[in-house]
């Protein structure tokens, strides 16, 4: 960090400084200016980048779309939902891994989705410009950061190298993979040493998709002659991705002739599609060990990387923003103590640890270019398939510690399912609203809540729900027995979500409940270390 230059020609002041209008930047912009934030977006870039890197996501984040008014049924031209397997073949076609990616996830969207980013920017990026409470800064770089106890300011460099300020209470770092936020917070990384070429190719398809035999249409071709990924790029589109050969160079890889010869084997020929871009990536796995440095925090790739075979790497850097955006927004209003904000790395680092761990053993099943190992990995794992011992099943993604309770549920992932209100039914969110929620099995358990609990509640702006018989004020009656199926398989009698979907905890009683409440009410005053 260094000092401002001088010749400065504005200087502008906001509760949170975003670097960075990505997929990440956007989210977390809406999330705090719609909460009244005053947020400044600096991003370099003068217009939207046009090409896709992400194609998917899963139900998790379709509900985080649902919450700023984006639900994925919202998007039929550009998001499609997925109803199949994802299968890994051998060279011979033979299947070595079926994932099953059929039906609705437990947060009530298709567990899979895949979408046309661009398309799902423009949208997002018309939500934030449309909230008066934040300004985006296009063409200017971040290339300075001072900060002191009250603030943190960011010099601003503009194209034709005029220079402006940003001072604010937080900046957060949404500045991708080089992130220059990172350097400041000087945080090490932890990087799995995986480094892999491949040839990401997007198209517009002109076909009719039946004239191609993409079934099922998410799959990876295991061949160690070409291991390829071909899955959907949302609806009318495809994606397909080539892994480099040790005998090739990026460049030979990287040159549209190449694209078009590895195409097509797979019928596909300029008159069946549009070569919208092709372009090499090199795939990575690591993450930062430090996500805050007083006010600078960091979200997205900034923070973690991961190869895309699972889809992830967004989606994580979603998460990131939904987690970070709440806990903002307490401090940022006075009602919780900025130590909330030291568990944001902890809870994250753990969460996405999980997610990159799962991609990396994805991507070593396929990034295998020797004929004999692929050949000793296709006799494995065809013998695991027909044992049925693959794949072995994941334990669910935990946030690490933080801002949450030790006990059955806390750190896990809240569901989402149907409810009737009375004047209306749907998914709970659709329903009740989105937020904090403390959800009760039976509408007696109220009468557990002190008027200290139910202020302390009210004042979070978390609403208190109980399951009961008949819908009616603050109750719900769950249609498909979801959530009491649900909260018998946590040993609970009630489940306390924070607004990031996340569980503050459970309480397996009536007592438990008002011990689960003064958790809740030290916590937010308290820093990290003294939660668990
Ligand atoms: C081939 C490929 C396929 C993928 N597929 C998937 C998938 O299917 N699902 C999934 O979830 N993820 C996927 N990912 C990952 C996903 O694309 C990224 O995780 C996601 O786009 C990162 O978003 P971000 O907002 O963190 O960063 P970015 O999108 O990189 O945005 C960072 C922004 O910061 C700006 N910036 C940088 N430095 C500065 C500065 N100093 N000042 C101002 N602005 C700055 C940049 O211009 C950029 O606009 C894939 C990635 C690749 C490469």
């Known amino acids: 960090m260094t000092g401002i230059h001088e010749d400065v020609i504005e200087r502008l002041t906001a509760d949170v400084a975003i670097v960075g209008y990505g997929p990440v930047g956007r989210l977390l912009a809406l999330l705090l200016g719609r909460s009244g934030k005053r947020v400044v977006v600096v991003e370099r870039q003068p217009k939207a980048y046009p090409l896709p890197r992400a194609v998917h996501f899963d139900d998790e984040i379709g509900r985080i779309f649902q919450s700023v008014g984006l639900p994925p049924d919202s998007q039929p031209d550009i998001v499609g939902p997925y109803d199949d397997f994802y299968e890994w073949r051998s060279a011979d076609r033979d299947t070595l891994l079926r994932l099953d990616w059929r039906g609705l996830g437990p947060s009530g969207w298709h567990v899979s989705n895949f979408f046309y980013q661009p398309a799902l920017e423009d949208i997002l990026d018309a939500k934030v410009q449309a909230l008066d409470s934040v300004r985006i800064l296009r063409g200017w770089t971040a290339v300075t950061c001072t900060q002191d106890e009250d603030a943190v300011t960011l010099e601003l460099q503009s194209r034709t190298d005029e220079r402006c300020t940003v001072t604010a209470s937080y900046v ?103 070569l919208e871009r092709h372009t090499v990536y090199t795939f990575q796995a690591r993450w930062c060990d430090t996500w805050r440095k007083g006010r600078l925090l960091l979200a997205g790739d900034s923070a973690h990387l991961m190869p895309p075979f699972a889809g992830q790497g967004m989606c994580s850097g979603l998460r990131d923003a939904v987690n970070l955006s709440w806990k903002l927004d307490l401090v940022l209003d006075g009602r919780a103590g900025d130590g909330i904000l030291d568990s944001y790395g902890p809870e994250r680092a753990e969460h996405v640890r999980h997610f990159i761990e799962a991609s990396m053993s994805l991507g070593e099943v396929i990034c295998l270019a020797d004929p004999a190992a692929a050949a000793e990995r296709d006799v494995r794992m065809r013998a695991d ?116 979907l996340y569980l503050y905890g459970v309480a397996a009683n009536a007592n438990d409940l008002t011990a689960l409440l003064q958790h809740l009410r030290a916590a937010l005053a308290m820093p990290v270390a003294a939660m668990q």
């Open 172 to 274: 957060v770092g949404a500045d991708g993979a080089n992130s220059i936020v990172r350097s400041w917070i000087g945080s090490s990384l932890t990087d799995l040493s995986y480094f892999h070429d491949w040839l990401v190719i997007d198209l517009l398809m002109k076909a009719p998709s039946e004239q191609f035999d993409f079934s099922p249409a998410a799959w990876q071709l295991c061949d160690p002659e070409r291991p390829t990924t071909l899955v959907p790029g949302g609806p009318g589109r495809r994606r397909f991705e080539f892994m480099r050969l040790p005998s090739e160079t990026v460049e030979e890889l990287n040159a549209e002739e190449t694209a078009w010869q590895l195409m097509a084997p797979w019928g596909i020929t300029p008159d069946s599609a549009r």
């Open 385 to 500: 398939l027909v044992a049925g011992a693959q794949p072995p099943p994941r334990p669910l993604p935990r946030l690490g510690p933080g801002l949450h309770r030790d006990d059955a549920g806390g750190g896990l992932l809240a569901i989402q399912a149907e409810v009737d209100g009375g004047t209306s039914s749907g998914l709970f969110d659709d329903v009740v609203g989105d937020g904090g929620v403390l959800l009760l099995a039976e509408p007696a358990l109220r009468e557990q809540l002190s008027e200290s609990d139910a202020a302390l509640l009210s004042d979070l702006g978390w609403k208190v729900v109980a399951l009961a018989s008949e819908p009616g004020v603050g109750c719900v009656v769950d249609i498909n027995g979801a959530y009491t199926d649900w909260l018998r398989g946590l040993g609970a009698v009630a489940a306390m979500s924070r607004p990031d």
